[in-house]
């Protein structure tokens, strides 16, 4: 069974870093696409990174030179690296991804931003 688990979430105050893991496991296929998305309490998920296979990546507007995704293969485990954090940056972050005709999501992380 392929799961998807998040950790890395925290408090921390506004100007500081967290990274974010998604380790994949239960399947023997490397995810070659990673999707990382959030949603703050009260309001919709939306996507703010993603990356695909060669290493191509794009970002949500909001998030653009202070995150930024990686990938480990060996490990078959994706990160969101996430610099200057400001309070609007504190929702419930999740990692996504499709593996053949499936689409598979983590169990989320909650990352607060405050002082």
């Known amino acids: 069974q392929v799961q998807l688990v998040e950790s890395g979430g925290g408090l921390v105050q506004p100007g500081g870093s967290l990274r974010l893991s998604c380790a994949v496991s239960?399947?023997?296929?490397?995810?070659?696409?990673m999707g990382w998305y959030r949603q703050p309490l009260g309001r919709e998920r939306e996507r703010v990174a993603f990356?695909?296979?060669?290493?191509?990546?794009d970002y949500e507007d909001s998030v653009k030179g202070r995150f930024t995704m990686s990938r480990d293969n060996a490990k078959n485990t994706w990160y969101l690296q996430m610099n200057s954090l400001q309070p609007e940056d504190t929702a419930v972050y999740y990692c996504?991804?499709?593996?053949?005709?499936?689409?598979?999501w983590g169990q989320g992380t909650q990352v607060t931003v405050s002082s």
């Open positions: 996504h991804t499709k593996l053949g005709d499936n689409y598979y």
């Open positions: 239960g399947t023997r296929f490397r995810t070659y696409n």
């Open positions: 990356m695909i296979g060669g290493g191509r990546s």
